[in-house]
């Protein structure tokens, strides 16, 4: 064995023991309920290899999102939300690109609905993406309904603004279907009533919401569930995280005191 491998394995045995440190450290009462990700650093990740497609980029993200989501559900979180593409990507990327990372979406939604045991669900505007993977998403979310483990939301498609515009839409229908009156819109339209027409309805918003690349910033993504949201930011590119990064970013959480705005 040369000093350098005798180095790198040195190296892996600490990272391991840090790594075990870390997962006894964590108070599963104090584990956040749902995670959201904002997926970003694919086309970086490809760019500083050289890569000239970005697709390369979307790969190995994708490839991750499987491992992730296995940490995330030993760590006995329950619900993650992956941002994937927004309503902005659609209009502001190259078609070539965009077309590749459909298929990549596709291919990943297929693949954890093979699993069996994770209930996936499509969180965006079905009517905005090409029609095979909108089928795809909606095939896949019907297919593991019953599933009993990991909440797996895809937010494909997806805009923070476009929900809240569908779901003030949705909720002023229901009412007007109940036979309410419009010019009574100021007494029935609460914001209980437009949470139960988003598309994450019935479930608890993100206790915590996760970026990685080191940008700072929300997108777009989940603006109206996020008022009570921890932020946490990550530097490392989502093809490059570690579990490592998953573990500090939810020891951080555990230290951190929620308030609700009291």
């Known amino acids: 064995m040369t000093k350098f491998s005798a180095k790198l394995q040195t190296i892996g045995i600490l990272y391991r023991i840090y790594q075990n440190r870390l997962r006894r450290s964590l108070d599963p009462a104090r584990v956040p309920q749902h995670i959201a990700v904002i997926v970003d650093g694919n086309r ?43 309503t902005d990507n659609l209009k502001g990327r190259d078609s070539a690109e965009l077309q590749a990372l459909f298929d990549i979406i596709a291919q990943l939604a297929n693949g954890l609905a093979a699993r069996g045991d994770w209930r996936i669900k499509h969180i965006g505007d079905a009517a905005k993406l090409p029609q095979p993977l909108a089928e795809t998403l909606q095939r896949v979310t019907e297919k593991s309904t019953m599933a009993t483990g990991l909440q797996v939301n895809l937010a494909v498609g997806y805009g923070g603004r476009s929900e809240i515009t569908a779901a003030v839409h949705a909720a002023i229908e229901t ?14 339209l609460t914001p209980e009533l437009i949470g139960e027409h988003l598309w994450t309805s019935g479930q608890v918003d993100p206790d915590l919401i996760i ?12 603006i109206w569930q996020s008022a009570h949201s921890e932020f946490y930011f990550v530097e490392a590119l989502y093809p490059d995280l570690r579990e490592v990064d998953l573990l500090r970013a939810l020891r951080d959480y555990s230290r951190r005191e929620r308030r609700f705005g009291e």
């Open 44 to 86: 970086r990740w490809a760019r500083l290899r050289q890569e000239e497609a970005a697709a390369v980029g979307h790969r190995a993200g994708a490839a991750k999102i499987p491992e992730f989501l296995g940490w995330c559900e030993e760590a006995g979180v329950k619900t993650v939300t992956l941002y994937l593409l927004s």
């Open 175 to 188: 009412q007007l279907d109940a036979g309410s009156k419009l010019e009574d819109i100021a007494s029935w």
């Open 211 to 222: 970026r990685t690349s080191g940008e700072q910033r929300l997108s777009d993504f989940m």
